[in-house]
């Protein structure tokens, strides 16, 4: 079966901007998580969304948002775009909020300059 | 601030040999998983341990879970090149109402032919 989808892979914005990524998860899961990646920080949780409902939200600031359709699959929104947001942003799909089994797209890499 | 504390960061180690990763925390975990990440990739899960005590055998791959559950280590014996990558703990929190990763800075493993 198809694994987690995640576009675009590379995206490059500018500061002040604003990015819009996207995460199909694994058919019949519904369970979508985001993670950002650093090098100095490492992997940190952004937010998780189950049955379009957002459940459970990491220490970011408010420009960072996302949603979830009813098709499960999910956006995250980044406004007003700093340097520092420049990071691979990793999705994580599972079947339902109690599960285990995590399976993790290969994430869009963001560059802001 | 860092909840899951891993060492070594870095281990360069020559095919054949023996290595054990740390994995420490002073939270207790409801499971604690180990993932593997290769570059330009997001986190594969390897295995998650829950119970406390918890030994766990992935061909080379020895998995074990402290008895209070704030602690893991992974043993790969005979190490190979294949191995090579970015070694990831991942503690997990919170119920069937929504959950989160935290992971730990990971340690680079690179194996020498």
């Known amino acids: 079966k198809a694994g987690v989808t995640q576009t675009p892979r590379y995206l490059i914005k500018t500061r002040g901007q604003q990015v819009t990524l996207s995460c199909s998860p694994i058919s019949g899961h519904r369970s979508v998580s985001w993670y950002q990646q650093t090098p100095g920080q490492g992997l940190q949780f952004l937010f998780e969304?189950?049955?379009?409902?957002?459940?459970n939200k990491g220490n970011f600031p408010g420009r960072f948002s996302g949603r979830q359709f009813s098709n499960s699959r999910s956006e995250m929104n980044v406004s007003t775009l700093e340097l520092g947001d420049s990071a691979l942003y990793l999705c994580a799909s599972r079947a339902f909020t109690g599960s285990y089994g995590y399976t993790f797209g290969s994430g869009t890499r963001l560059t802001v300059v | 601030t860092q909840l899951l504390e891993q060492s070594p960061q870095f281990l360069s180690i020559q095919e054949g040999e023996n290595l054990t990763v740390y994995c420490n925390s002073s939270s207790v975990f409801s499971s604690l998983q180990w993932y593997r990440q290769e570059p330009g990739e997001g986190p594969v899960l390897l295995v998650t341990v829950v119970t406390g005590g918890e030994v766990k055998k992935l061909k080379r791959l020895t998995f074990q879970f402290g008895d209070a559950r704030k602690d893991s280590s992974l043993h790969i014996t005979a190490a190979q090149p294949g191995d090579t990558g970015l070694y990831l703990c991942?503690?997990?929190?919170?119920?069937?109402?929504?959950?989160?990763?935290?992971f730990g800075e990971g340690t680079q493993l690179t194996v020498n032919p």
């Open positions: 969304y189950f049955s379009e409902t957002q459940r």
């Open positions: 991942a503690g997990v929190r919170g119920g069937t109402s929504g959950s989160r990763l935290t």
